[in-house]
């Protein structure tokens, strides 16, 4: 069983910063492409940052500039730092990641559970 842990969500005031965590853990048998996503009441879930197996980073024009993803393979983990923060980063951030498990040998988008960040005075 595959398994994905955001950690760090937090209420933080506008300007501030956190750095989000996530961590992969199962029966994995390799992984490549991470990203994280966000999403708020009412609205579709939209990717906010995307890294490649071998760390090349893509960000939505939204928070270029102010977010940074990043990845440390050997301890199957991606992050999220997020600086200069807005009451509209407000959401439930979510990372995703493409994993081969062990058993099917098949690569499948695996998610995690999600945590909030809330921006606001």
């Known amino acids: 069983q595959v398994q994905l842990v955001e950690s760090g969500g937090d209420l933080v005031q506008p300007g501030g910063s956190l750095r989000l965590s996530c961590v992969l853990s199962?029966?994995?048998?390799?992984?490549?492409?991470m990203a994280w996503h966000r999403q708020t009441p009412g609205k579709q879930r939209e990717l906010v940052a995307i890294?490649?197996?071998?760390?090349?980073?893509n960000y939505v024009d939204p928070v270029k500039g102010r977010f940074t993803i990043s990845r440390e393979n050997a301890k199957k983990a991606v992050y999220l730092q997020m600086n200069s923060l807005k009451p509209e980063d407000t959401a439930v951030y979510y990372c995703?990641?493409?994993?081969?498990?062990?058993?099917?040998?098949?690569?499948?988008?695996?998610w995690g559970q999600g945590t909030q960040v809330t921006v606001s005075s």
């Open positions: 199962g029966n994995i048998f390799s992984f490549g492409t």
């Open positions: 890294i490649t197996r071998d760390g090349t980073p």
């Open positions: 995703s990641a493409v994993i081969v498990d062990t058993r099917t040998l098949r690569p499948a988008d695996y």
